[in-house]
């Protein structure tokens, strides 16, 4: 097992229009590829695979929208959290967004109670597959 570190950060996103925000994150560094490999798999087999290699749609608790999400439902839901598993790394992106549409006003970052919640989830999906971080 290693001992991997986490860390809150912010990531600027140069390739998009210039006063788009900064991208938030939480990031997990210094994972080992059999760690990152036992992640990939267990997210595979909750069915959260984006279609991408390395990206997973981790869904938002019903409880956890915003109000205006709540009213969007319907046509821009459902909302996930993007989660990237990367060479040594895991970054779960802070923003909430729609499958459904990609640009709204509901597309917006989590609230603190759900970005606790939502590391909080990563965190102990991590110990529970015996990954110190």
Known sequence: MSSASSEAGIAQDTNTHKERDPMRYYLIDDLQEKELAQLTSLLQ???????????????????????IQRTHTETCGPFVMTLEVEERRVRLELLVRARGRMRCECVCYASPALQTRMIAWLDETLRDLGIVI
């Open 45 to 67: 087999d909750m069915e959260f695979s984006a279609g991408m290699d390395g990206v997973f749609w981790i869904p938002v608790p019903d409880e956890n929208l915003e109000p």
